[in-house]
C-alpha cells in the first residue's frame, strides 16, 4: 500500500500493483475464467488432433505456451525487484498477472478433472468458476485510494468518489490485519433519515485507528 502523511492529511493508494493482497485474488479470479475458457477450447483441439495423430504436438504447444508465461512472470519479478521495472504499461502487468492464474488454475481445474475419480471432480473443476469470480470480487472489495484531511475531518475517497463528513458518523470499529483494516462505519441517523454513503471499507491501519479515536474522544 502506498501511504503518505503530514501533519493535516493522509493519503493512501491500495491496488494490484501496492497490494499482493489484491493481485493474487485478482490474477486467480480472471486466470480461472480464462483457464476455463482455454481448457474447452483445447479439449476441442485435441479432439480433433487425435483424429490424425497429432496429440502430442498439441500437449507440446500447451506446455511450450505455459512455460513462456511463466517465464515472462519471472523476468517481470526480477526487473521490479531491481527497480527497473518502468517501461511496461499497467495494462502488460495486469496481463502477466492474469496468463500466470490461469496457467495456475488451469492445472488446478485439470487436476482436478482428470485425478478425482467420479462426477466429484468434475464437481470440483466446475466450481473453481464461481470461486474465480468471488475472487474478482474480494479484489475489487479490497481496493482503496483516498485522503483523510484532519483539519477538515473529511475522508476523501475515489474510485468511486465519496466525502465522508466525520460529522454525520457515530462510531467506527476495526479489525486489523497487518498495515490494513477492515473498518464499518455507523452513521448518525438524525430525525431518522438514512444518510447515504459506504458502510464497510478497506483503509490504513493508521487512519482506522486514529478515526476510531477521534469519534471515540
Known amino acids: 500500500m502506498a501511504y503518505m502523511t503530514d501533519s493535516s492529511r493522509v493519503e493512501w493508494h491500495r491496488d494490484a500493483d501496492t497490494s499482493l493482497a489484491i493481485r493474487l485474488p485478482w490474477a486467480l479470479g480472471v486466470g480461472s475464467l480464462l483457464a476455463a475458457i482455454s481448457l474447452v477450447v483445447f479439449g476441442r483441439v485435441f479432439g480433433l488432433a ?3 495423430g497429432g496429440q502430442k504436438a498439441v500437449i507440446g504447444l500447451l506446455f511450450v505456451v505455459g512455460g513462456a ?3 515472462g512472470a519471472f523476468v517481470r519479478t526480477r526487473r521490479a525487484s531491481a527497480g527497473s521495472d518502468g517501461g511496461p504499461s499497467v495494462q502488460f502487468h495486469r496481463g502477466v498477472d492474469a496468463a500466470v492464474g490461469a496457467v495456475a488454475m488451469g492445472a488446478v481445474i485439470f487436476g482436478l478433472d482428470t485425478y478425482v475419480e467420479g462426477s466429484v471432480g468434475e464437481l470440483l473443476a466446475a466450481a473453481t468458476i464461481p470461486i474465480g469470480l ?15 484531511d484532519r483539519e477538515a475531518e473529511v475522508i476523501y475517497l475515489y474510485d468511486p468518489e465519496e466525502a465522508i463528513d466525520l460529522d454525520d458518523l457515530e462510531s467506527v470499529s476495526a479489525r486489523h490485519l497487518g498495515a490494513s483494516a477492515y473498518t464499518r462505519l455507523r452513521y448518525r441517523t438524525p430525525d431518522g433519515e438514512y444518510v447515504p454513503g459506504p458502510r464497510r471499507l478497506i483503509l490504513p491501519s493508521a487512519v482506522a485507528r486514529e478515526l476510531e479515536a477521534t469519534l471515540a474522544g
Request: proline fraction near 0%; charged fraction near 5%.
Open 50 to 52: 487425435t483424429q490424425i
Open 69 to 71: 508465461v511463466l517465464a
Open 134 to 148: 468471488g475472487l474478482l470480487v474480494l479484489a475489487i472489495f479490497l481496493r482503496s485510494t483516498g485522503i483523510y
